[in-house]
């Protein structure tokens, strides 16, 4: 079983900066992909940066530029680093991971933008 604990989530203004904390029970080693997805009311999950054991990253098309995904191994912590939000960008993210071919996900953390 691994744990994921999501944390800094909030209310900002449009063009302002969060960064979202994802931690994790195990080793980084041990984690095959990380992802962040966003939930809007209303609309399907959706992926919206990952990385992968290896470090290669990827990202919506919507957040290219703005977003970006990172991590640190003695922390056991993954970060999506948001700048220059949008109020589209309003929603609950999680983190989600596979390892050993299961899948585990955090409680999620609300990302509010507005004026």
């Known amino acids: 079983q691994v744990r994921l604990v999501e944390s800094g989530g909030g209310l900002v203004q449009p063009g302002g900066s969060l960064r979202l904390s994802c931690s994790a029970s195990?080793?980084?080693?041990?984690?095959?992909?990380m992802g962040w997805y966003r939930q809007a009311p209303g609309k399907q999950r959706e992926l919206v940066a990952g990385i992968n054991r290896y470090g290669n990253t990827n990202y919506a098309d919507s957040v290219k530029g703005r977003f970006t995904v990172s991590r640190d191994f003695a922390d056991k912590t993954f970060y999506l680093q948001m700048n220059s939000l949008k109020p589209e960008d309003t929603a609950v993210y999680y983190c989600?991971?596979?390892?050993?071919?299961?899948?585990?996900w955090g409680q999620g953390t609300q990302v509010t933008v507005s004026s």
């Open positions: 989600s991971v596979n390892v050993q071919l299961m899948s585990f």
């Open positions: 195990v080793s980084i080693h041990d984690i095959n992909t």
